[in-house]
């Protein structure tokens, strides 16, 4: 099995600055796409960042000039910093990995962190 640990989020004033961290773990595994999606209350999820094991990167447009996504292919981790927040980014953030287990395809989510930014 693949398991991802997400760490980082909590609440935070506007203005402010948070780093989101995911590690995933396990064996027989390889990671394609690293990256963090959100989900606020009553919307569907959607696409906060990803990145590739190339170090291409894909950002929503919602959070586009304000976010940066990075990862470490060494030890399977992927870092997002978020800066500037306002209350709208307020949702459950979910690591989400892609790639291969034991040859089949991996798709593989973490249990979400909560991010509150109070206004």
């Known amino acids: 099995q693949v398991h991802l640990v997400e760490s980082g989020g909590g609440l935070v004033q506007a203005g402010g600055s948070l780093r989101l961290s995911c590690a995933a773990s396990?064996?027989?595994?390889?990671?394609?796409?690293m990256g963090w999606y959100r989900q606020a209350a009553g919307k569907q999820r959607e696409l906060v960042a990803a990145?590739?094991?190339?170090?291409?990167?894909n950002y929503g447009d919602s959070v586009k000039g304000r976010i940066n996504i990075s990862r470490d292919n060494a030890r399977n981790t992927v870092t997002l910093r978020m800066n500037s927040l306002n209350p709208e980014v307020t949702a459950v953030y979910y690591c989400?990995?892609?790639?291969?287990?034991?040859?089949?395809?991996?798709?593989?989510w973490g249990q979400g962190t909560q991010i509150t930014v109070s206004s």
């Open positions: 989400n990995i892609l790639g291969h287990w034991l040859g089949t395809p991996l798709n593989a």
């Open positions: 396990g064996s027989m595994f390889s990671v394609y796409v």
């Open positions: 990145i590739t094991s190339g170090g291409s990167t």
